[in-house]
Each structure stands twice: as C-alpha cells, then as structure tokens.
C-alpha cells in the first residue's frame, strides 16, 4: 500500500508526459505524495534508469511504491509487473529496470541455493529473488479505460500504482511470476596481485565515475586507481583533497573518480564500461 | 475549487521563478497539492505552451486549477483570465496559451451555431466557447499586496489560484468575458485523391514529430507517410516495429513520426509548421 | 517548525541525488511538503545557490524551512547549520550559501550598531545578524545512523529538516553560534555625476542580467544604461517596450537587462561581476 508514489523515467521535463502520468495517478486517488526520482533518464537507457531507481529506493519509507518507465519495448510483447520486495513496491515494464533493486535481495544460503543469481546473458530471465514475489499487470480493471500503444506509462503503470496505493493487494492486478528480466550485476574481478578491476556503471550530473566497485572490496586507502591511463593515489574523504582526479568513497557506497571543482568525465573522456583497476600500493614499489 | 494546482510555464529550473510562484500559492493556501506540467517550454512560446497543457490537463481530476503562464505581454495591456470548462480551471493571460483547450469544447450543432471557430489569424479574438465561462483578472484584492511589472506569474495567477483553490467563485476575480484569444487549429487538408496533408504541430523531448493528423482522420493503418522527402510505410503499433523512421498514432491520438531508438526530428531535419502527407497505399501503385 | 520544506541544490535533475533526499525527509516526516526551489544551480556555485534562495525563500509562508545544499566542502571541517530568523528556518553548508538570506536583516540602527555588515573578503566570517539565531548540527542523534564522506544533504540536513519539521527545537540540534559565513553585499557605488555603479550578480533562464543596482537606487527613470558599451535610454515597464536591449526593474526590485523576445547576455557576452553605470539622461546633453 503506502502513500508515496516516486516516479523514475526517461520522459524528460519539457513534454506533458510526466503531468499527464501525475494527472491519471491523482484521478483515482487524489490524496497520495507523488515524488520525483528522475525523468532525465538517457532515453531508452534502461540499466541508467535502473541504477538511478536503484541508487534512491532505499531511503523512503517501508511501503513506498516505486514507479519506473523507461520503456522502449512499450506496445511489444514485454510485460509489466508489480513487484513487492525488500518492504518496497516496484512497478514498471519487465526489462531489466528493477535489476539494482534485485542485487539487493538477501543472499540465498540454504541448502541447494544457487550461489550465483541466474542470468546468462544481458537483460536475460532469472528467478525472481528469494523475498521476492510478482504479478504481470494483466487485469485491465484497473488500467485507464483507453490504452494507448506507446503510453502505458500514463495508461496501465500510473492508474495501477494509484490502485495499490489505495489498498488494492498486489494480486488484483494479474498473475504471479516468477522470474524476471535482470542485468547481470557487473562484478569486480580479483587478480592475484591483489588488484581488483571493476568498471564504470554510471557518470552523474557531475561528471564522477561511479565505479562497479565497492567499499567493501578494497583492503585499504592505500591503493592506486587506474582509468584510461590516468592514475590516482589513496582514497580520500572528501572532494577538497588533493588536486585534479581524486578518488573517494561515494553515497552509494561505491568507489567514484572525481575531479575537484570539475568533472572527471570531461577529464578523461571515460564512458559507461570503461575498466577502472585499483592496485594495493605496496606493490607498485 | 479543487485541491490541486498545475503549473505550465516557460520558467525553467534553474532560477527561483518556479519556487517562488509555489510559495505565493502556499502562503494562501498551504495545503493545496501543486503539480508541474511543464517549465520547459520554450521561452516565450506561446503555442508550445498551448500545446503542452493541452494534451495533460484532461487527465487530471475534475475542479483541478491549471495556471498557464507563458507571457510575453506581461505587463503590456493584455488580459488576464480565470476560466471555467470542461470540468476544469484555467488560469493565465489571454494569448492563445489556452486554445488547445478550447478546441475541445464540444460542438455547436444548435440553429445557428457557426461551423467554424471564429478567429482570422494568428491568436486572434474568438468567441468564448460553448460551456466555457472566463473572467478576467482585474480585482486586486487578490493579488499580492505589490504587483511586480514583470511577475505577474507569481505576483497576481499565483494568488488567484490560490484564493480559487479556497473556493472563492469564480466571478469574484472580475468581470466576465465574452471572447478569447486563440489560435487557429491546423486542420488537416482532404484531397481528392484521398491524401491529407497536415503539419507537425510539436516535436518532443525523444525528438518525435507530432503532426496534426489526428487518428480518426486516417481510413486505415495501409498508407504511406511523407515527411521532408522521407517517406514512411504503413502505420506501426510500437516504437520497436520496423527500422529507422515509422509512423505511429501518439498517446495524443495525433499521427507521430518516430524513429526507433532515436530521434526523427534530428534525422529529418523537420521543425513545427513542416508539411506532412499521408496517402493511402493503393493509390501509389 | 513548519510543515513544508523547500530546496535549493546543485544536484541536477538527472540523478537520484534530490530524491534520496526527499526519501531521507519523508522517511522521517511522511507528512510533509517539500517543494523545489532549484536543484540546477551550477555545480558548485555556493554564490549563485545563495541569489537564487534570496530570491524565493520570502514567498513561502512563516516557519517553511528552506534546506539549501551547494556543497563543495562536504566532508572538509566546514560548518553544518540550522539558522532562524526572518520567521523562516534555514538549513545547509556554513559557506555563504545564506549570503542574500542575511542581508535581508534589519538595519541595526541602535547606539554603537555597526552601520556595515562585518565582512571584510570572499566568504568571511560574520556577525550573526540581529534577530538571527544559529547553531552547528553536531548532535547525530538527529542524522541518519550512516553518515557518507560526500552526501550530507542526504545524511544530515535532510533528516536535520525533517525532525525540525516535527517540532525539535532549534537548540536540540547543536551548540549556538554567532557569527557565520557571508559573502558581502555588491553595494552600487555613486558617482560625483550623479552615476551609479553597479554590476551583475545573476543572470537567469532567459539570458536577463540582473544588476546589483535596486530600484531603490535610481532617482527617476531618465536615465541611460551602459553595460559593455551598449548603451540602454530609460527604463521599460514591459518586455515588450522598444525593441533591442532594454531596462527594467525586475521581479526581484533590481535593475535589469533585457532583450524582447531574445537573451541580453549572448547579445552582449555579459557574465557575472561585469560592471553596469547607470547616468542621469539630463547629464548626457
């Protein structure tokens, strides 16, 4: 159930999607908070949309219900879920969108559990995680009377979380799955002198690289950070050390490269994917 | 009344403008919920502004306030207006921002009633529609106290819609009015060999070009589209049908131009105003 | 207290950043109404994050409390506040970003009352004003249990707000302080002719240049403005008066710069700190 709707999308701001997304959600239930997460998601780019969903869902409150459209398959054949996990709501289209939240899920350890999540490929299905359960929204009872082709974000997403936000339980809207599309997460690899060597899954409105790995994957500060030929000593605690490329802990918990008072991005010109390798500095000498 | 408030401007995000016309509303009515349509329209674009709160007012719920302000006569001798129709409330200067709006008034088909829309040119006078009431913004009891000559966004819609939201008639704000400017609406040409041409009346932040054609004015998906001296094949049902250029009906129900996993209008090179035909496909053999 | 929250950031629109922190303030107060002011100051820019709250914080009603987070030394030993004064609260950074805020203070007119704010460089140390009250927010009791190197908007002011909000008093938060950070006031400078010279401290969304000159500065509206040798005769009540540059009081009470239907800074190149001289007409003859 819960009260707040929050929105992530790659609608942009200067069209009316985003309004007329809002409008069919208060028709049915006037009384909800609806809050923006981002609709400046790179257009079509669903693993940005979903590190962006992924990177914010947490800090709302239990019962949240998080809606996310970036949907280039809207009007194909792919279908759309809502999901309850983690003391969160996801709703969207199943294409990979929720993959951050999934990483999220509890390690599965009992007997027989696979150790590693069931994904081949990119965007392929796996078992909905443990904790996990999900229906496709099948039930047009609670869609907008007239479903566009190419809107389903305003026409089926919108009027479905306003449902659920009115109490409607989850399997009101269509039949449980139970697997789903997912990213692989991308996972650093450990060399045998120690160094690890991740990439870089998002660029923020800064130009930082936030970087596939994580805090916890680093034995210390005293490492060395290599990014397309640019090397970075130490990790530092806040972005006015140093001078010029500065690596640091980000709020999402991974390692990121940042200029102070600019943007790393411009600096060495890295994109999405690009491998970032941190080397202990012990074994430098 | 109603206890929502939209907002449409041509503001943008990076000043305090947007924050500051919030504030003038909440500080008379703290607890209405306001919502942003849009603040990117295009600065001092009339008819963009026009067509943005025409295609997201309607989804919104009955009484709910809509505040259009993109406005270039601010402080010249232009018209202010409060508007009642359709089950809404507009809110803005009398400059066309409002004729998507009106051309969704029902017909008039009583004895007498004229065909045609009455206006000549380009955001001339017209008639109030049937079933719209407008009066314009002239008691300054409900204004803020100092009227600023270029604000009047926040200095006098602000307030008036927020007193509206309190349930202040309609008729308090002054006196009524019986004609509005408007624009003409592009209205698609038949001809005789079963073409029709109309034109791209907006282009949105995918780069989509939105034509006048409406769905209804088309006899069938088995027609071929032209644009710029691209011509497009049949009529798709998704974004992911086809290759490179396709035609689409939009959530608007108006006749798209898409391309897929891109932007039309920056391979077409197409800008507002831009002829668009579309020709059955039996005729081309 | 208060029950709506405003903020003020140069996070950007395209990351999570402004949403994990309205999830941080909802987690804490559901109940809440946060609303923009601008989350697209330019990165960095604690002067231009300090223009663009000054501009908009007094529209709000008494006790909103405007969180304004423009941040570059988070994680340095820089000052976290909670201010009140002017019946607002303020919360963010003790770097200047309440510059504008200050000198909104009352004039301290008594025995012995400095006739100028204590400022003597670039963001230095202040005494509070009068009727201001302020303390550092060191008690973690009211933050978030982790606390990241790089976020404290996210992990200290947001929930700060938030428990604010609820009705913690001021004093609960930190130890009381009396002087804060400030960059001083451009004050105009008046000629021996009659001239006034000011210079630009903002230029906005649509290219306007806002001067540091107030209405209050000028004698009457017979004069001329030269900015970067384009010379600019009496002062418009409208954009739509005379064509070209143009003068105009602005919504904020200072002298601008206009272009109809244009941008004044790409006709003259103008950029923030430029000086602007305002002359008598009747001293050019």
Sequence with gaps: ?????????????????????KGAILEINPEVKIVDISHAVTPQNVREGAYVLGSAYRYFPKGTIHLAVVDPGVGTGRRAL???????????????????????????????????PINVGEGDLQRLPRGFEAVTLTRSLYWRPQVSDTFHGRDIFAPVAAHLSLGVPLEEFGEPVSSVVAFPRPTPVRGVDGSIEGEIIHIDGYGNLITSIKASDLPDHRVETEIGGNRVKGICRSYEEGEGL???????????????NGSAAARTGAEIGNPVIVRPLSSLT
Tied chains: 1, 2, 3.
């Design 82 to 116: 809502s999901i309850r996990g983690l003391d969160h709501y996801f709703i969207g289209p199943d294409n990979g969108v929720f993959s951050y939240v999934f990483t999220d899920a509890p390690e599965e350890t009992g007997p027989g559990a696979p150790r590693q």
């Design 1 to 21: 159930m819960g009260s707040i709707i929050t929105l992530t999308t790659d609608f942009g701001l200067k069209d009316s999607y985003v309004g007329a997304m």
């Design 246 to 260: 500065l690596s640091i802990v980000g709020s999402a918990g991974y390692l990121e490269i940042c200029e102070k």
